[in-house]
């Protein structure tokens, strides 16, 4: 089994800035690529950006330069440092990662992890 933990969500003032962490734990051999997605009320899953293993990311053109996401292979673990950050990113703020286990590839989620931008 594999589990992808979120941390780092909160409460914070437009303008403000938030890192969020995710880490996989669990028996597999091997992580792909590792992304964040968000999902606001009332409105469809979105990419918010993906890291391949090899350190290529590409970015929703919505956060692209104010979001920074970054992986460490070693600890099996990735951020999203995301800086100027408007109330249309309120969201629920999921990991996602592709994870060789027992031979096969397969996309696991986290629980999400709640963003509001708030005055």
């Known amino acids: 089994q594999v589990q992808l933990v979120e941390s780092g969500g909160g409460l914070v003032q437009p303008g403000g800035s938030l890192r969020l962490s995710c880490a996989a734990s669990?028996?597999?051999?091997?992580?792909?690529?590792m992304g964040w997605y968000r999902q606001a009320p009332g409105k469809e899953r979105e990419l918010v950006a993906t890291?391949?293993?090899?350190?290529?990311?590409n970015y929703a053109d919505s956060v692209k330069g104010r979001c920074t996401i970054s992986r460490d292979n070693v600890k099996n673990r990735v951020y999203l440092q995301m800086n100027s950050l408007k109330p249309e990113d309120t969201a629920v703020y999921y990991c996602?990662?592709?994870?060789?286990?027992?031979?096969?590839?397969?996309?696991?989620w986290g629980q999400g992890t709640q963003v509001t931008v708030s005055s």
């Open positions: 890291i391949t293993r090899g350190g290529v990311t």
């Open positions: 669990g028996s597999f051999f091997s992580i792909n690529d």
């Open positions: 996602n990662a592709r994870v060789l286990t027992r031979g096969m590839w397969g996309d696991y």
